[in-house]
């Protein structure tokens, strides 16, 4: 089994320096499972690209894929097509959610989970360190996403979901609201989870929410109203895609 870890991103360079693409690798190295490690930068101009280039030339299995600055969505699903893995899992580059977690994930793989995603909602999850206007931002947020576009995930925001490949193929060319098209100034990180499990929930793949661990990361660049009301506005556009048959 060939695994492809994802890592989008953009101007990381603080996490870069703290260690996290070390304490990655060295796990990796410890698996007995075949993996690829991915690291797709979303055009960062703070040094971010250079170093991850260097990491990718110097340690076997890592693969770096410079992308103009478009967003994590449109990021992440590049990373998608280009992986090669029978699984594919994308996780924030912060490590708020720390790679070994994958270990949760996979016992669902083999009860014929198409997608199985890392939650901070359900019961046996541990959060940690969140500032209470996050937490009650995630927990509205959800509400919304329940009641308009997807009923039944408690978390679609957790940035730990492992697809499959034949989730992967058929879901990533069918997004349209962050197909990337548009331009971007800034960091966002947006709505393109609840897109592509709005996809997945349409063309009938089998989902699994999983307890796992995760870590507030004091480099969370989210902007707690500028970017919730703009996910919002998001996932009305996700529903008016559907309404206008672009997801056929």
């Known amino acids: 089994m060939l695994v492809s870890i994802i890592f989008p991103s953009y101007n990381e360079l603080k996490n870069i320096k703290r260690g996290v693409l070390d304490q990655a690798y060295d796990y990796l190295r410890s698996v007995t499972w075949d993996w690829e490690l991915i690291l797709a930068d979303d055009g960062s101009d703070d040094g ?17 894929i410079a992308l103009p600055h478009r967003g994590k969505g449109p990021t992440v699903l590049e990373a998608l097509r280009q992986a090669k893995g029978d699984y594919r899992l994308f996780s924030d580059f912060d490590q708020a959610t720390p790679l070994p977690e994958i270990e949760k994930l996979f016992p669902f793989t083999q009860r014929g989970m198409d997608i199985v995603i890392g939650s901070r909602e359900v019961q046996g999850s541990e959060r940690m360190r969140e500032p209470l206007h996050r937490h009650l931002m995630g927990k509205g947020f959800n509400f919304f996403v329940n009641l308009i576009a997807i009923n039944g995930i408690h978390d679609t925001q957790c ?9 992967s193929e058929k879901l990533v060319d069918k997004v349209v609201v962050y197909s990337g098209k548009g ?52 996932i009305m556009r996700i529903r008016l895609a559907d309404f206008q048959g672009k997801y056929r």
């Open 48 to 64: 971010t690209a250079e170093k991850l280039a260097e990491f990718s030339v110097k340690h076997q299995g890592v693969r770096y």
């Open 183 to 234: 331009k971007l100034t800034g960091a966002f990180t947006g709505a393109f989870d609840v897109e592509l499990l709005y996809l997945a929930k349409k063309y009938k793949f089998k989902i699994a929410e999983v307890p796992i661990n995760w870590t507030y990361a004091k480099t969370n660049r989210v902007d707690p109203i500028k970017d919730s009301l703009r996910m919002l506005g998001d």
């Open 159 to 167: 940035g730990f979901k492992l697809f499959s490949r034949r989730a």
